[in-house]
């Protein structure tokens, strides 16, 4: 009896400590900073996509055929607006700009696409120097994307993204190889 007991005890504590200690969410930034004065500053220039993590590899099918992003983040001209400019790599070596218009929302820590309602972008600090975490969510998915100041962040950081988005229900994981050189940016 003493040793069922005892059993169960180290079970619940196990569980216990994976759910408070493993898979505690990273915390989530405000896009307007505290002072609104402190956003987007710090969140400006380049990025590299790294990773993607979703509950299922539905959900980052459309980065299958990347091998690498880059994009650029830069304030708009009109307060609470964010502009987002990209260029994706494929894999077969085609180039294929894009650009996203993130609003920021008074009272809301959350970014919204222009064109896309049912998108909400969410911003996760990362324990990676030069790193930060997104969640993306929308009608049916959710996902996680990792991005760095880096095309080649360290790999303890890759790893601790796929563990803690593991943790958080998201089985599936991409990581693009970022084995050819980025697209170029435009300028304008």
């Keep these: 009896m003493f040793y069922q007991i005892w059993a169960t005890f180290l079970h619940i504590s196990g569980i216990l400590y994976d759910s408070i200690y493993l898979c505690s969410k990273p915390n989530q930034l405000n896009p307007l900073g505290v002072n609104e004065k402190e956003f987007p500053g710090p969140y400006l220039g380049q990025w590299y996509f790294i990773a993607g993590a979703a509950p299922t590899m539905e959900q980052l ?29 494929k894999k077969n070596g085609d180039c294929e700009p894009r650009e996203w218009t993130y609003h920021m929302t008074e009272g809301s820590t959350d970014l919204r696409t222009e064109g896309r309602p049912d998108m909400k972008t969410e911003l996760f ?27 080649q962040p ?26 050819k050189e980025a697209c170029k940016l435009s300028s304008d």
Aim: glycine letters at 4%.
């Design 61 to 89: 099918k459309i980065f299958v055929t990347v091998d690498n992003i880059l994009f650029n983040m830069a304030a708009s001209n009109v307060p609470q607006i964010l502009q987002l400019r990209a260029t994706i790599k």
């Design 125 to 151: 600090s990362s324990s990676c120097p030069d790193g930060i975490i997104l969640r993306e969510t929308g009608h049916g998915y959710q996902r996680f994307l990792f991005y760095n100041r880096s095309p």
């Design 154 to 179: 360290p790999e303890e950081c890759v790893n601790e993204f796929r563990s803690l988005t593991y943790c958080l229900n998201s089985k599936a994981f991409l990581q693009t190889p970022r084995e």
